[in-house]
């Protein structure tokens, strides 16, 4: 079985020989890796990693035009913003490092291919910053519905150019939850940030591809809407944001996979051995042939040292094959 | 309804031109500053504080709330002067060393500024010495340290240790996502909140 199926039945909570492994961990270790592996595409070959995460595409929004008001310290409505168009989609010099990416991983690897893409809310904190962003949603909801539905439609082309290149999944990254509640109301984001998502999602799905969402923090109330979506994925399962696997389990694991399982903020990178052999077990307990695909709760921070990575990472390959 | 509820009523609403329009009545009726701050903006301030901690709202409420009150309490700065109305106290606030996030941090000096207090803003990734340093320059009452990330809540035991070092007569309190009661046990902290709400409590009572 090649990775792409063993993540693709995954997914669909079909039976698995065994657990789907990844990891985010290029971002801040490579160096480490690279000193002890040699690069960190051997890292992901030692471990038989199943996916890749591939990052790129063309610049969503002008950043020139963008950098120059902020410079001139005029504040970006959603009305200033529409008047500023957005970057062509369609232009295919912005893919060269998905497609040189995708030639690696799914044509000599055979790795499931997933594409981080901006969410609605997320790809325009960088715009407005996320202060004013939040208080836009109450202020100005027509004028931002606009520029989500002109954002939207933008999302959506690059979603299926990227599907037309072979990714094989989308994975949208929008942050929508604190450590304990959403940041903001279960109302308003039906309102304001849903329908904006369905027409990714609609294309998305339409065009047979799969669906991912990350959101960190605490978004347990927004689940059933995310499955209305169609998401078929969700990174993480963040336990610490109180959402206990338990409420996964008993509810949501017929409907919808989850990725993630390491803690990167309380468990990988702390030195503590016991404590990290300890979580790695109680996690591949609970959640072991659940529709799960294991993986960081998000990137290794800097601090963990390469000894303590190979350490989890021995565990995880060993109990992902068992 | 009376012209100080009516005020309380359009900040919580985030209406920024009513506060203005409804401040600048008020203040010709011969209505204190004072009385406007005290008895209308926060007040207001204390009932969005709650209602966020009761999950009744949510940041974005919060953040509309504040700025309606900002914009309140800059027309008033001037009477405030003028009438001898001193701040109920000074809190340093800031992100710790190699952090660079700020909203949670944000939204709690929202919540102390509606309280009454002073709040000297650092900004993020503020060394200890930095805490320190501002902390005497102001003569603070508390110094509030925020941390969103594990590998950076570790700064603010070197803040609780400079602030012993420089035997500054003022409390440390400590929050964030990573934060417990158990850690901040641990660093000798005065006090820990896991909202914005219950840190601008917290701080008031140190003040």
Redesign the interface.
């Known amino acids: 079985m090649t990775s792409f199926e063993l993540v693709s039945k995954t997914i669909k909570g079909e039976p698995t020989p065994k657990t789907p492994l990844y990891g985010w961990v290029s971002f801040n270790m490579s160096d480490k890796i690279c000193a002890k592996f040699g690069c960190v595409e051997n890292f992901e070959d030692h471990y038989e990693f199943d996916l890749a995460h591939i990052f790129g595409g063309p610049a969503y929004h002008n950043t020139a035009a963008i950098s120059q008001l902020h410079e001139q310290h005029i504040e970006i409505t959603p009305e200033v913003y529409l008047n500023i168009p957005l970057p062509p989609v369609d232009n295919m010099d912005g893919y060269s490092s998905i497609i040189n990416t995708l030639d690696f991983y799914k044509k000599s690897r055979k790795r499931f291919c997933y594409l981080q893409t901006n969410g609605i809310f997320e790809c325009l904190n960088e715009v407005f910053g996320i202060e004013n962003h939040l208080m836009y949603l109450l202020l100005y909801p027509e004028e931002l519905k606009m520029v989500y539905q002109r954002q939207a439609e933008w999302n959506r082309k690059f979603a299926l150019n990227a599907i037309e290149l072979g990714v094989d999944m989308i994975h949208v990254s929008d942050d929508w939850g604190g450590q304990n509640n959403l940041l903001f109301s279960k109302e308003l984001w039906h309102d304001m940030i849903y329908p904006y998502h369905k027409i990714t999602c609609d294309a998305v799905r339409n065009s047979g591809a799969f669906l991912s969402l990350h959101s960190d923090g605490h978004i347990l109330p927004l689940i059933d809407d995310i499955i209305k979506l169609e998401y078929q994925l969700i990174h993480p399962w963040q336990e610490s944001a109180a959402m206990p696997y338990k409420e996964y389990l008993t509810k949501y694991s017929e409907k919808i996979a989850i990725m993630g399982g390491i803690n990167i903020q309380s468990t990988l990178g702390f030195g503590k051995y016991e404590f990290l052999k300890a979580e790695i077990e109680r996690v591949f307990a609970t959640l072991k042939g659940k529709r799960w695909i294991c993986c960081t709760s998000h990137f290794v921070q800097e601090h963990c040292s390469i000894d303590e990575l190979i350490y989890a990472y021995d565990l995880a390959y060993k109990l992902a094959k068992q | 309804m009376s012209i100080l509820n009516e005020i309380s009523e359009m900040m919580q609403r985030?209406r920024v031109a009513m506060v203005k329009e409804l401040i600048g009545k008020a203040l010709e009726e011969g209505i204190s500053a004072k009385s406007i701050l005290q008895d209308a903006l926060l007040p207001g301030m204390d009932i969005i504080g709650e209602k966020f901690k009761n999950?009744q709202?949510?940041?974005?409420?919060v953040?509309?709330a504040a700025?309606a009150m900002n914009a309140g309490a800059e027309i008033l700065k001037p009477y405030l002067i003028e009438e001898g109305v001193k701040d109920k106290g000074t809190v340093v606030i800031g992100t710790v060393k190699g952090d660079l996030h700020d909203?949670g941090k944000?939204l709690v000096k929202m919540m102390m500024e509606g309280k009454g207090l002073k709040v000297v803003d650092l900004g993020v990734d503020v060394s200890a010495d930095r805490f320190v340093e501002a902390a005497r320059e102001n003569n603070a009452n508390v110094i509030a340290c925020s941390a969103l990330?594990?590998?950076t809540m570790g700064e603010m035991k070197n803040v609780v240790q400079k602030v012993k070092e420089n035997k500054l007569n003022l409390k440390v309190i400590i929050g964030g996502?990573?934060i417990t009661k158990s850690y901040c046990d641990s660093i000798g902290a005065d006090g820990f909140s896991?909202?914005a709400a219950t840190a601008a409590e917290l701080a008031m009572s140190f003040c």
Do not use: F, H, K, M
Not at chain 2, 57 to 61: A, C, K, R
């Open positions: 985030g999950n709202v949510y940041v974005p409420e953040l509309i700025r909203i944000n990330l594990t590998t996502a990573p896991s909202d």
